[in-house]
């Protein structure tokens, strides 16, 4: 509830602390007193645009605070916790405008911009008869208003899954497309690139094959010419063959007379016969090996040139074109599974399409059944209110598809008609504020169980009425204050005599300058008060009988 509003610098007010309370607090003053500068102060803490010419007169700047607290069960909390806002005991709702134009929000003494405020400020305050754009009579608000008297929660709940289901599909069918469009333009290339390694069949090390047979082309004289010489020099009389042969002969003859030493050389000597023999087996392997190459340099350069054409076309090595033709085909083959994957997506959306159609419809048939129930309630309450040829009506009609959302495919307009044979129409239509007002008041008073826990302020909501009319406007605006804090700005006397506390809104001149100032009114101050409402500026006996008579009947 709202528990304080702090004012200062605000046209007549120079500094000014109201502390409200529970239940329905009226506030009553002559007029030009400054109960429009109460309002206008407070539509700043809830986010109506800065007025700058509300600075005091001699001034530079001016601030208003609202100070607010709730039940630990309060909506507001999500909101806090969506811009980071602490909460502990209060709420403290701070806006500050300077005369350079400059102005700020601040909220527990973070500042935030003004359309942060007013998601705040919605959930905690609710004016009508000032702001028209806020409130009831904003049609935004009426599907919202339906479904809380409604209390089908599961139909909401499972209209909201079946849409996110709908639209996730959408979002998938709508990149799946791009992808497979994308993919569809390089299918040629795709084709055409894939044959082209098809054709040619890299093989894995084939660079460093090729590269050494060129070697062994290139170098084949050479080769020849070595391994012929090595062979000589193992081969020939006196070569190494001859030499390691009569080494063993001679070692063999001393053996039996020779010491160990001598004998570990003749193992080693065998060991060199034996490594000599394997030596020219190598030899006369790779005189074939050197002499044979089945491909010509010719051939062998065309097949290195192919290869490394493919390797500048994809941008890799000769190593890699394998792994490339891979990948080739994997992509041709997400072209023609992607297709038939969109078809199948294609599919699953046509089914979440008609489920949401049909969560949607049962959603629909229970808010025009609670709507033709919700508009019986609050026509009853019309003859409380002195509107007996007035009728209200609650519209849910068909939105257009390209309209329906995750609440539905309904919308819901609170229609009304003061008179018999006047035509329904739109609550924010009625052209009478009084009458209109009576109505903001009807519906409330049935929807006060479940509209949020919000304090209520109803700005002149008596206008253009009095006697019996006023009188029944106070019982229900009584009522209402029960169940919320409710604040009525008022010029009638009987509705005064039902608030639970009196304010006071005065004006007074010293020394030249004008001030407003607010108090609370006890006792016979009170019943002076009502008094000159219903008598004027001469208060008479009579006045004040009868005003006693309404606080006392109101208290009863």
């Known amino acids: 509830m709202l528990r304080e509003l702090r004012i200062k610098n605000i046209v007549l007010i120079e500094a000014l602390n109201i502390e409200f309370k529970p239940g329905l607090s009226v506030l009553t003053g002559e007029t030009g007193t400054g109960k429009s500068i109460l309002l206008d102060s407070l539509g700043l803490v809830l986010g109506n645009r800065s007025d700058f010419s509300l600075i005091r007169t001699g001034e530079s700047q001016a601030s208003v605070t609202a100070i607010f607290d709730f039940p630990q069960s309060h909506s507001i909390f999500k909101i806090l916790k969506k811009y980071d806002i602490n909460y502990d005991s209060e709420l403290i709702i701070r806006r500050d405008i300077r005369k350079d134009g400059k102005s700020k929000c601040l909220v527990n003494d973070i500042l935030i911009s003004r359309s942060a405020l007013v998601e705040i400020t919605d959930q905690i305050i609710e004016v009508q008869g000032q702001f028209e754009d806020r409130g009831l009579l904003n049609t935004n608000t009426h599907l919202t208003l339906l479904d809380a008297f409604a209390k089908h929660d599961n139909l909401l709940l499972n209209t909201k899954k079946t849409f996110e289901d709908q639209n996730n599909l959408k979002k998938k069918i709508h990149e799946s497309e791009i992808e497979y469009n994308k993919n569809l333009d390089n299918q040629l290339w795709l084709r055409d690139s894939l044959e082209q390694l098809n054709l040619i069949k890299p093989e894995t090390g084939e660079e460093e094959q090729i590269n050494k047979k060129r070697n062994i082309i290139l170098n084949q004289e050479k080769i020849i010419i070595s391994i012929n010489e090595i062979k000589d020099i193992i081969e020939q009389d006196n070569g190494l063959e001859d030499l390691a042969n009569r080494i063993f002969k001679i070692l063999d003859s001393i053996q039996i007379v020779s010491s160990s030493k001598l004998l570990e050389g003749l193992e080693i000597i065998k060991k060199s016969s034996v490594e000599l023999e394997e030596l020219k087996n190598i030899i006369n392997n790779e005189i074939f090996q050197s002499t044979y190459v089945p491909e010509s340099l010719e051939n062998l350069d065309d097949r290195l040139h192919e290869l490394r054409t493919q390797a500048r076309k994809h941008n890799c090595e000769i190593e890699e074109l394998n792994s490339i033709k891979l990948t080739l085909q994997k992509d041709l083959d997400k072209i023609d599974n992607n297709k038939s994957f969109i078809d199948n997506l294609q599919q699953e959306y046509q089914e979440a399409k008609l489920k949401y159609i ?76 009084g009458e209109l007002s009576r109505f903001l008041l009807a519906i409330k008073c049935v929807l006060e169980t479940n509209i949020h826990n919000r304090t209520l302020l109803f700005d002149e909501i008596d206008s253009g009425i009095g006697g019996s009319v006023a009188n029944a406007v106070g019982i229900r605006l009584a009522k209402l204050g029960k169940a919320y804090q409710t604040i009525i700005v008022t010029h009638s006397p009987q509705v005064s005599s039902k608030g639970d506390h009196h304010y006071l809104i005065e004006k007074n001149t010293t020394d030249g300058v004008t001030y407003s100032k607010v108090s609370e009114l006890l006792g016979n101050d009170r019943i002076e008060e009502i008094a000159r409402m219903l008598s004027g500026n001469i208060v008479t006996p009579e006045a004040r009988e009868a005003a006693y008579q309404l606080v006392n009947d109101s208290s009863s």
């Open 358 to 433: 049909n969560a949607s419809n049962l959603l629909s048939e229970s808010r025009k059944k609670e709507a033709t129930l919700l508009s019986k309630e609050i026509n009853k309450e019309l003859p409380y209110l002195k509107l007996e040829n007035a009728k209200f009506n609650i519209e849910v009609k068909d939105l257009n598809n390209d309209d329906f959302s995750n609440k539905g495919i309904d919308k819901v307009i609170f229609t009304a008609c003061t008179n018999v044979g006047i035509s329904m129409q739109p609550i924010n239509k009625i052209a009478s504020g």
